[in-house]
């Protein structure tokens, strides 16, 4: 019996792990441990309960207006003890938090193996996304198995020259997502069920970046302003992130418009069936942009670049930068011209095909030699 531990501590790396966390606990040969650090609470325990994932351990770091520093040190140190505690074989991380890059290293100075989801996604821009980039990067150099969503991210690690124990699974989003969307789902938000989603136009908006906040954040809004302006049959819905510079920026630029509504963070199954629903995604998350593709939604990404170059590439997804004028322009564009629209609005899955989960458990069962073969790779 091999005893491996998940951990993860913010929203975007729950509806990530919380799949891979219950693949893992159906897995003979397996102890699956969960050990959440909680960076994020009440958007964290919103996601725990649509999956009805009980942790192990909840580290429980969250401080309002949290700096990077305190929350690094803070899970570093809880984690010294969970490790004393649990004795994990293995710990897999997730993607590129401070919680990721805190839970590898605290692995790794506890000399366990690391396995790393969601591996190999570069910007190769040390300040964006900000911390990251790096956190991605610091956390590669650890691992000892690192789970690629797609073939172009395994590239990446491979000009790196990390070769070895690289798995090309998909993303687990994928996964996350075949288990919430539904024809007959209805939102507890009042706003949500009244809004016509097919007379009106639904722009889903969500924006919460480190690098965006300030001159950014305030070009993108007031972009967004001036659309729920220009177009009388849009309505923007603008679940805000908890985060205080969030809150502040959006109740400034955005708050007592009729056509914009400023709501609560969502719970994931009630963001998905809303994505599935909506027009026109315009975000700088980077969930939301693997998500929407699979919907068949086009997207307007809210920042200069992205690591997710696949749905770019396959045309669902466009950058539009944190410039006013450009961000007006491209969704007026995609609001006016159907033509426009179309030719974004094609269900595309780069990022996964909603098996990544069996294929990291199965990768992780063949590291342990429990398995005869590693799984077959994610092709597009
Ligand atoms: C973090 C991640 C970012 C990820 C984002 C997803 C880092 C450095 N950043 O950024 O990569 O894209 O999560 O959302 O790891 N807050 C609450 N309740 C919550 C969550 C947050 O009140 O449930 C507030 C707190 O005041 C907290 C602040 O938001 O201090 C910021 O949270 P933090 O995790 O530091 O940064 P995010 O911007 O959420
Ligand atoms: N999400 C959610 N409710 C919200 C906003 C986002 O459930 O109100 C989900 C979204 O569907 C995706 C994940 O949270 O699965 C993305 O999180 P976020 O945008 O905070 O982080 P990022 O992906 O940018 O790191």
């Given at each position: 019996m091999k005893t491996v531990m998940t951990i993860f501590g913010t929203r975007p790396e729950a509806v990530k792990m919380a799949p891979l966390a219950l693949e893992l606990s159906r897995r003979e040969g397996l102890r699956a441990l969960c050990c959440v650090t909680a960076q994020h609470r009440e958007m964290l325990d919103s996601v725990l309960d649509i999956f009805r994932l009980k942790p192990?351990?909840?580290?429980?770091v969250m401080q309002p207006s949290q700096t990077l520093a305190s929350i690094t040190s803070r899970c570093l140190l809880g984690l010294e003890e969970v490790f004393v505690r649990a004795q994990p074989d293995l710990v897999l991380v997730h993607g590129d938090t401070s919680t990721t890059f805190a839970g590898a290293l605290a692995a790794f100075y506890h000399q366990i193996p690391v396995g790393h989801v969601?591996?190999?996604?570069?910007?190769?821009?040390?300040?964006s996304p900000f911390p990251e980039e790096m956190n991605r990067k610091m956390t590669g150099a650890i691992a000892d198995l690192h789970f690629c969503p797609t073939p172009a991210n395994r590239d990446n690690l491979a000009r790196e020259n990390?070769?070895?124990?690289?798995f090309v699974t998909g993303n687990t989003v994928l996964d996350a997502l075949k288990t919430t969307v539904r024809a007959e789902f209805r939102f507890t938000d009042k706003i949500l069920n009244q809004l016509d989603y097919v007379n009106q136009k639904v722009v889903l908006v969500t924006c919460h970046r480190r690098e965006n906040y300030g001159r950014p954040m305030a070009n993108i809004m007031t972009a967004l302003r001036r659309l729920a302006d220009a177009f009388p049959d849009v309505r923007l819905v603008y679940p805000v992130h908890l985060s205080p510079v969030v809150q502040q920026a959006a109740g400034q630029?955005?708050?007592?418009?009729?056509?914009i509504h400023l709501i609560p963070p969502l719970s994931v199954d009630e963001m998905h069936n809303l994505m599935a629903r909506c027009f026109l995604v315009m975000t700088d998350s980077g969930g939301l942009q693997e998500e929407a593709p699979a919907l068949g939604k086009p997207v307007l990404v809210?920042?200069?670049?992205?690591?997710?170059p696949e749905a770019v590439e396959a045309g669902?997804?466009?950058?539009?930068?944190?410039e006013e004028e450009e961000i007006f322009r491209l969704a007026r564009e995609l609001l006016s011209d159907p033509a426009a629209y179309q030719q974004m609005a094609r269900a595309a899955?780069?990022?996964?095909?909603?098996?990544a989960c069996r294929r990291i458990a199965d990768a992780v069962q063949w590291h342990f030699g429990q398995l005869d073969r590693p799984p077959q790779p994610f092709a597009v």
């Amino acid at each position: 019996m091999k005893t491996v531990m998940t951990i993860f501590g913010t929203r975007p790396e729950a509806v990530k792990m919380a799949p891979l966390a219950l693949e893992l606990s159906r897995r003979e040969g397996l102890r699956a441990l969960c050990c959440v650090t909680a960076q994020h609470r009440e958007m964290l325990d919103s996601v725990l309960d649509i999956f009805r994932l009980k942790p192990d351990f909840d580290l429980n770091v969250m401080q309002p207006s949290q700096t990077l520093a305190s929350i690094t040190s803070r899970c570093l140190l809880g984690l010294e003890e969970v490790f004393v505690r649990a004795q994990p074989d293995l710990v897999l991380v997730h993607g590129d938090t401070s919680t990721t890059f805190a839970g590898a290293l605290a692995a790794f100075y506890h000399q366990i193996p690391v396995g790393h989801v969601e591996a190999g996604l570069r910007t190769y821009d040390k300040l964006s996304p900000f911390p990251e980039e790096m956190n991605r990067k610091m956390t590669g150099a650890i691992a000892d198995l690192h789970f690629c969503p797609t073939p172009a991210n395994r590239d990446n690690l491979a000009r790196e020259n990390i070769r070895s124990g690289v798995f090309v699974t998909g993303n687990t989003v994928l996964d996350a997502l075949k288990t919430t969307v539904r024809a007959e789902f209805r939102f507890t938000d009042k706003i949500l069920n009244q809004l016509d989603y097919v007379n009106q136009k639904v722009v889903l908006v969500t924006c919460h970046r480190r690098e965006n906040y300030g001159r950014p954040m305030a070009n993108i809004m007031t972009a967004l302003r001036r659309l729920a302006d220009a177009f009388p049959d849009v309505r923007l819905v603008y679940p805000v992130h908890l985060s205080p510079v969030v809150q502040q920026a959006a109740g400034q630029y955005l708050s007592g418009h009729p056509r914009i509504h400023l709501i609560p963070p969502l719970s994931v199954d009630e963001m998905h069936n809303l994505m599935a629903r909506c027009f026109l995604v315009m975000t700088d998350s980077g969930g939301l942009q693997e998500e929407a593709p699979a919907l068949g939604k086009p997207v307007l990404v809210l920042r200069r670049e992205t690591e997710r170059p696949e749905a770019v590439e396959a045309g669902t997804v466009k950058l539009a930068g944190v410039e006013e004028e450009e961000i007006f322009r491209l969704a007026r564009e995609l609001l006016s011209d159907p033509a426009a629209y179309q030719q974004m609005a094609r269900a595309a899955n780069p990022y996964g095909d909603g098996r990544a989960c069996r294929r990291i458990a199965d990768a992780v069962q063949w590291h342990f030699g429990q398995l005869d073969r590693p799984p077959q790779p994610f092709a597009v």
